[in-house]
């Protein structure tokens, strides 16, 4: 049960109701069923209320009574976190505080190429708003219709534009953050040049709801694309997926925007599970690229590019099969493919999921030398290994043998290991782009070096000294102040 009968809880309850009106607090059991589990429901949360803030004010005005009544709050924009971080833990004494009433786009800047976002707009919708007025947001993602850019910002997300524009990180301008204690700390200026001692933005962008509620953006707009070429091409191995990177980069004149791998067991979970999903060539390979080349310039010659970056590649023997897009039509369809393997893997059942990275010079060695030794221990378990691997990022997947879980569960501690250890040798991240959470904050301390951790935890201590934003994130323990080393 909701500890809502707590006189504390009842208190605080007619305080934030106050600030945010009837319509802003949810108390509902139906209503706030949805928000209290995550996309992978993995994690069951229980909150006292939720709380639904349309204005900075009312977000400043908020946590200023949680913080004053000692209650901690966990920030939630579209829900669609990988890792656990956007639900409330099961203790039921956290409130929820979720954005999405904050959702105005308060400028579009053409001539500083910027757009002011609050934090709960959807990740379409600014593209959307964008490229009205002939502009481009380039962060692209599979849950961009739900997603919203606070969520964006506070996980740092990557996605499948990121080798040509950089994540989430490189596309901020500036911030507006409601800092634990209720005060709101705001740079919304739109320099791309402000050498002014440290760039406090970048404490909030990936800090994952830890430091304080983001509410408003400003982010770089880029001019729309004019041009797109898409291709879905077919490859033996990983050393030729790597060397079609290689060559498409240097000769497309650096348009290349797009470039994901999709193996054959990702292909046909999608087909089996995905309604829609359509395999655009005949014969069954290995490995699959879908790339994407583009420019703001209609007359760029793309499609010459694109013919004869595959052409010279056929003739390496590195493709083997392949089709370009003729229409848009077609272009969409590859992408909803690519992002079928996604469901596809969800619908099948259970599997076990590694987000990793690696520097793109070992990408095709590192899936190599992963798949071998999990093939050794674990020979009839499937890997998906597909992604954005143009930016040298692989979710590294593991499913069951078709229609049989047994014990597979109890093998995913010894999948972790295998795939975490590799990734070790190979000087990647246990976490490309979807962040710690809750899932892999037991990891963190076990990888981060101590000075980093020391650090980490330094900063939460200075920015939120009483623990009160998203305490169950990042940190093993949470990070009072008698847990700092001095
Ligand atoms: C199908 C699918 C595909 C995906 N593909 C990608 C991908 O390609 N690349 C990628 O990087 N991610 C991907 N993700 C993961 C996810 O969509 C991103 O992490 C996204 O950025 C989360 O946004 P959200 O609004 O849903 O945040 P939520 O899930 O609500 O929250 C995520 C974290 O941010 C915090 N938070 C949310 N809003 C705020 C705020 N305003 N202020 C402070 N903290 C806040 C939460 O407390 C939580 O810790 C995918 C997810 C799905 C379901």
């Not at 961009?144 to 490189?170: F, K, P």
């Not at 990177?245 to 240097?250: G, I, L, Q, Y």
């Not at 690519?338 to 259970?350: D, F, K, S, Y």
């Not at 037991?442 to 623990?467: F, G, H, Y």
């Amino acid at each position: 049960m909701p500890d809502q009968t707590r006189p504390a809880f009842q208190d605080l309850a007619d305080r934030l109701r106050a600030i945010v009106g009837e319509r802003g607090l949810v108390t509902d059991p139906d209503a706030l069923a949805p928000h209290l589990i995550d996309w992978r429901r993995r994690y069951f949360g229980r909150t006292p209320f939720m709380v639904r803030p349309a204005t900075v004010d009312e977000v400043s005005a908020v946590v200023a009574a949680c913080a004053d009544a000692g209650v901690s709050m966990v920030p939630q924009g579209g829900n669609t976190g990988l890792v656990g971080g956007s639900v409330p833990d099961e203790t039921g004494l956290q409130v929820l505080v979720n954005l999405g009433r904050l959702n105005r786009v308060r400028e579009l800047d053409r001539a500083n190429y910027t757009i002011t976002v609050e934090a709960g707009c959807i990740l379409a919708d600014i593209q959307q708003a964008a490229a009205a007025d002939g502009m481009l947001f380039p962060l692209s993602l599979g849950a961009e219709g739900s997603c919203q850019i606070g969520g964006n910002l506070s996980t740092n997300a990557g996605g499948n534009a990121v080798l040509h524009y950089g994540n989430m990180r490189d596309l901020v301008l500036g911030l507006e953050v409601v800092l634990p204690d209720g005060r709101v700390w705001q740079d919304l200026r739109g320099l791309r040049k402000d050498n002014t001692g440290y760039d406090l933005k970048h404490l909030f962008i990936g800090a994952e709801g830890s430091l304080g509620i983001i509410t408003a953006a400003i982010l770089k707009l880029f001019p729309a694309h004019a041009d797109s070429q898409t291709a879905l091409v077919a490859l033996h191995d990983l050393s030729s997926v790597m060397a079609l990177f290689d060559a498409a980069r240097r000769r497309s004149g650096d348009q290349l925007v797009a470039f994901e791998l999709m193996p054959r067991v990702g292909i046909d979970l999608a087909l089996q599970h995905v309604t829609g999903a359509i395999d655009p060539l005949e014969e069954r390979y290995p490995h699959y690229v879908l790339l994407e080349l583009a420019s703001s310039r209609s007359e760029a010659g793309l499609r010459a590019a694109l013919e004869e970056i595959l052409e010279a590649a056929f003739e390496e023997g590195w493709v083997v099969d392949g089709t370009i897009a003729a229409t848009e039509e077609q272009a969409r369809q590859l992408w909803f493919l690519r992002e079928a393997i996604v469901e596809g893997q969800r619908l099948n059942g259970a599997s076990i999921k590694h987000d990793v990275s690696v520097k793109t010079s070992r990408m095709g060695d590192f899936i190599d030398t992963a798949k071998a030794r999990l093939a050794e221990r674990f020979p009839d378990d499937r890997v998906v290994a597909f992604g954005h691997v143009g930016d040298g990022n692989v979710h590294f997947n593991i499913c069951p043998p078709a229609g049989d879980e047994t014990g597979f569960a109890e093998r995913g501690p010894a999948f972790t290991e295998i795939v975490f250890g590799t990734v070790a040798e190979f000087g990647g991240s246990i976490s490309a782009e979807h962040g710690i959470g809750r899932l892999r904050r037991e990891k963190l301390a076990d990888v981060a070096s101590p000075v980093d951790l020391e650090l980490m935890r330094r900063i939460k201590q200075a920015v939120d000294p009483a623990n009160l934003m998203n305490p169950h994130v990042l940190f093993v323990e949470p990070s009072t102040g008698s847990d700092l080393d001095r």
